[in-house]
């Protein structure tokens, strides 16, 4: 079955959680993965959003944190400061799950501005949401983002939450941060995509691993799996 | 006891020009009819507040009734960004917009504090991010037992909260259930506050995982079948996801924007 970039990059999201684990998503990539998660290999996956539903099974995409569809499916429904107090600062949380806007080699996620300087910015963009908390409180972090010049930049205009993450998973391959060091490096490349591709859509000199690999491309299953979900 | 009010009264008696306001509601619940009762009767100068302004503050801010903001996640739910809040920050139309910006964390304890009667809330956050160096309402403190340090973050106290619920019985007794996001401490942390229900009933059966807001802890109940429109009110109505997904194209514009505010204005 042929897949788009896209799909290969949500399935490798996927992939990167574990069944039984605790995991804060966000909407969006990172909502669709974790789904696309609980749906194939890990059906014990606790899916936690910041609108207090824990533990949501929903049965169709969720458009947004607080769809009805995630309060029906939860184990329970918290209240806002029960989520950020009790479940994620003491660290209660396995993984955090982030979209970002911009990042850069270290892996610091910017959500804010975007150019000029933060009281008169280019492009203001929503802001920090669950995420500072999130990066910081999570045991790891992983990013879902698509990988370009706009948004893998070697400085970021704004910290919006901390890096750096243990994975950064993007529609051309995998970036992890480098023993002893913050700097993330190429590890792996998606079938078809070249390391000249994934340094050109990188804003720094992008560092790649000894231990390159290829990503297994999308399976039958993993692929019907995303796509009987994405049109439920 | 609280008063049973009409919408327009509620908003008239407790909303006032240069008041602090906040309309919580996270994703479900969110008191839509009441911000355009304010957009009726002209509120200025308002510092709205509220963790996630979405499409109703991006209404109010675009009308120009707000002189600040202070929230932690100012965007579409789902969809992107709000372009009417958006054009205020970086146009300043149609009036400029101060902004105080949070984490979701920050704002949850933040009215933590305020419903508890205290003057800071103490968190495990922010730390490392630029978010600090631009505003002055977070701050650090020692823990005087670990030596760690730890974000503080002042009390958030409202001059009025108000907030959508399902019911209330004829006292004011308000019953919500499903996410119910910050609201009871957004309540309990404000001046005043107006509750706008589903309906108001003789007698409210109780429901798993409800949130009940006594009488005498609420100013103003106010039955608005409908009130949280496009939100939703869990059990009587659904998200309308296709308006927040219509609402892109609507706010892109001023003039579309404008137009298609005259519908709510008359």
Request: proline letters at 6%.
């Amino acid at each position: 079955m042929s897949h788009t970039s896209d799909e290969m990059m949500t399935v490798a999201a996927a992939r990167a959680l574990r069944d039984g684990a605790a995991c804060f998503v966000g909407i969006g990539l990172p909502s669709t993965a974790a789904n696309l998660a609980r749906r194939t290999h890990a059906p014990n996956l606790v899916l936690i959003y910041e609108s207090g539903c824990l533990g949501a099974k929903p049965d169709r995409l969720p458009l947004s944190i607080g769809d009805g569809v995630l309060a029906d499916t939860a184990d329970a429904v918290v209240s806002v400061p029960e989520v950020f107090n009790y479940w994620l600062q003491p660290g209660r949380i396995d993984v955090g799950f982030l979209g970002a806007a911009q990042l850069d080699r270290h892996g610091n996620i910017n959500t804010t501005v975007i150019g000029g300087d933060y009281a008169d910015p280019k492009v203001r963009l929503p802001g920090a949401g669950g995420a500072p908390e999130i990066a910081a409180s999570c045991r790891e972090v992983i990013v879902v983002v698509r990988h370009g010049l706009r948004t893998f930049v070697d400085r970021v205009d704004f910290i919006t939450s901390v890096g750096p993450p243990r994975k950064v998973i993007t529609d051309l391959g995998v970036l992890a941060a480098g023993p002893g060091t913050s700097e993330l490096v190429l590890t792996h490349l998606h079938p078809g995509v070249t390391v000249e591709q994934a340094r050109a859509a990188t804003g720094w000199d992008l560092a790649v691993s000894p231990g390159l690999t290829g990503t297994e491309p999308p399976t039958e299953a993993e692929l019907s799996a995303l796509r009987a979900f994405e049109q439920a | 006891m609280a008063e049973i009010v009409s919408l327009a009264e509620g908003v008239a008696d407790l909303v006032r020009d240069g008041d602090t306001v906040a309309l919580e509601g996270f994703t479900h619940l969110i008191p839509h009819a009441a911000g355009h009762e304010i957009i009726r009767q002209g509120r200025r100068d308002l510092t709205l507040v509220r963790m996630t302004p979405d499409v109703v503050y991006d209404q109010l801010i675009g009308m120009g009734c707000a002189r600040k903001l202070i929230f932690s996640w100012g965007g579409n739910p789902g969809v992107g960004s709000l372009h009417r809040f958006r054009d205020a920050v970086q146009h300043g139309w149609p009036v400029p917009l101060e902004i105080e910006e949070h984490s979701h964390a920050g704002m949850a304890n933040r009215y933590v504090a305020g419903a508890s009667g205290l003057p800071f809330a103490v968190l495990r956050g922010y730390a490392g991010t630029d978010l600090p160096r631009h505003t002055p309402n977070i701050g650090f403190v020692t823990c005087p037992f670990t030596g760690e340090e730890l974000a503080a973050v002042p009390a958030l106290n409202p001059d009025v909260t108000i907030v959508h619920a399902q019911r209330a019985d004829r006292s004011g007794t308000v019953q919500m259930w499903g996410i119910t996001g910050v609201q009871k401490e957004a309540v309990l942390a404000a001046k005043r506050s107006l509750v706008t229900v589903e309906e108001i009933v003789d007698r409210l059966e109780p429901v798993p995982g409800q949130v009940v807001l006594p009488g005498w802890a609420v100013t103003a109940v106010a039955e608005v079948p409908g009130g949280a429109h496009p939100s939703y009110a869990h059990g009587y109505t659904v998200r309308d996801n296709a308006f927040y997904q219509a609402w892109d194209e609507i706010s892109r514009d001023r003039g579309t924007f404008l137009s298609w505010m005259q519908g709510v204005a008359a």
